[in-house]
Antibody, heavy 120, light 107 residues
């Protein structure tokens, strides 16, 4: 059974950093591209970042480019999202999701999400 | 950036009735279009990919159609568990983009 479990969310002040993790199980992690999708309170879904199964190249939404870094450790079946320079508008539930292919595709499995709140 | 526009924003339907949800892309996404269902407090769930292929285990009352810029999700006879928000998403071009969602609620 495919499982994705996010962690690392919390309350931070504007300008601070946070690192999210997503531990995957139930499939060959390195064979799939992965991504992060966020959802601000009461709003729709927004794609944030994605990474191929091999770990390169990363892709980012313009709203986070230069501030967020996606990475993965295939030996630990873990996807990361390093978030620097956090802003109030980054407040959201962050979902880790598996893409259907090694380099692209739709999101076929999702984690339950981790809440990031940026507030002073 | 490809803008995905969903209509209507809200659809009020009686149980047992059918529902048709629309998704329009600002430029062609070929058949690289997925539909997701999200219930309150839950993660999105994949319903349809490739514009018309049902995800594993999805009931046959859900069907997707379209290509290029115009797509439709049809639910033939709504069950109580189908009342939720539905999102379309294109994965043909960067950045990946989602529609704003259609909320299907009970009439």
């Amino acid at each position: 059974e495919v499982q994705l479990v996010e962690s690392g969310g919390g309350l931070v002040q504007p300008g601070e950093s946070l690192r999210l993790s997503c531990v995957a199980s139930g499939f060959t992690f390195s064979s799939y591209a992965m991504g992060w999708v966020r959802q601000a309170p009461g709003k729709g879904l927004e794609w944030v970042s994605a990474l191929t199964g091999g770990g390169f190249p990363p892709s980012y939404a313009d709203s986070v480019k230069g501030r967020f870094t996606i990475s993965r450790d295939n030996s630990k079946n873990t996807l990361y999202l390093q978030m620097n320079g956090l802003r109030a508008e980054d407040t959201a539930v962050y979902y880790c999701a598996r893409r259907s292919g090694t380099t692209s595709g739709h999101f076929d499995y999702w984690g339950r999400g981790t809440l990031v709140t940026v507030s002073s | 950036e490809i803008v995905m526009t969903q209509s209507p924003a809200t659809l009020s339907v009686s149980p047992g009735e059918g529902a048709t949800l629309s998704c329009r892309a600002s430029q062609s996404v070929s058949s690289s279009l997925a539909w997701y269902q999200q219930k309150p407090g839950q993660a999105p769930r994949l319903l349809i990919y490739g514009a018309s292929t049902r995800a594993t285990g999805l009931p046959a009352r859900f069907s997707g159609s379209g290509s290029g810029t115009e797509f439709t999700l049809t639910i033939s006879s709504l069950q109580s568990e189908d009342f939720a928000v539905y999102y379309c998403q294109q994965y043909n071009n960067w950045p990946l983009t989602f529609g704003g969602g259609t909320k299907v609620d009970i009439k």
